[in-house]
C-alpha cells in the first residue's frame, strides 16, 4: 500500500506528519501484540451447540484483525518512510 500524498511546503511539516504516522504504527503494534495474546481454548467453546463452528469462526475473526492490524501498521510505516525520505531531500 503506497501513499499518493506529496508533501507541500507551505503547510505541511514533514516531522510532524512522520511522527503521526509512527504513533499509528506503534499503536498497530500493541494490537498486533495484544491480539495475539488472547487465546482461547476449545474447552471454552465445548458447552455450545456447534463448539466447532464457534471456535473457528472466532479464530477465523481474529486472524482478519491481526491482518487489519499488521496493514494499518504497514501503511502507516509507508507514510513515515515518505516523510524521512522528505526530511533527508530538503
Known amino acids: 500500500m ?3 500524498f506529496e508533501i507541500n ?3 505541511d511539516s514533514a516531522r510532524s ?7 499509528v504504527m506503534r499503536a498497530s503494534e500493541v494490537l498486533e501484540a495484544a ?4 487465546t482461547t481454548h ?7 451447540p456447534e463448539p466447532e463452528f464457534a471456535f473457528n469462526v472466532d479464530n477465523a ?10 496493514t494499518a501498521r504497514n501503511w502507516a510505516l509507508d507514510g ?11
Open 9 to 11: 511546503r507551505n503547510g
Open 61 to 70: 475473526d481474529k486472524a482478519r484483525m491481526l491482518n487489519d492490524a499488521m
Open 2 to 4: 503506497s501513499h499518493r
Open 17 to 23: 506528519l512522520m511522527e503521526e504516522f509512527i504513533a
Open 35 to 38: 491480539l495475539r495474546k488472547v
Open 42 to 48: 476449545g474447552r471454552n467453546y465445548q458447552t455450545l
Open 80 to 90: 513515515a518512510l515518505k516523510c524521512m525520505r522528505h526530511i533527508e531531500n530538503t
